[in-house]
């Protein structure tokens, strides 16, 4: 399977992105979905994730401006973020599992080769 991310850019402290990944050879509907980041320097990190039931979860630093949600028939997950700031600087990566525990942890053998996001002050 592959994952292909895109959505990210530069923008100003304050604005929007919507990122995009796109899942193939995947029985996308009954796996959880994670986006991720990684700014430089530092570890990657869970965002946000989405449960195979449509539950969703986000890290703190978040929370109130990102929202993740998918699309199964077009084997989609999104991440809708606003109110962006300079700390949400970053590679985004998605990825997805069967066991909402491995998106969790990012315990994954491989990525994507994901989508930068770089935001002004």
């Known amino acids: 399977g592959q994952l292909v991310e895109s959505g990210g850019g530069l923008v100003q402290a304050g604005g929007s992105l919507r990122l995009s990944c796109a899942a193939s050879g995947r029985i996308f509907s009954t796996n959880a979905m994670g986006w991720y980041r990684q700014a430089p320097g530092k570890q990657r990190e869970l965002v946000a994730g989405?449960?195979?039931?449509?539950?969703?979860s986000y890290r703190d630093s978040v929370k109130g401006r990102f929202t993740i949600s998918r699309d199964n028939a077009k084997n989609t997950v999104y991440l809708q973020m606003n109110s962006l700031k300079p700390e949400d600087t970053g590679v985004y990566y998605c990825n997805v599992d069967r066991r909402w525990s491995t998106v969790v942890a990012g315990d994954f053998g491989s990525w994507g080769q994901g989508t930068q996001v770089t935001v002004s002050s």
């Open positions: 989405v449960t195979s039931f449509g539950s969703t």
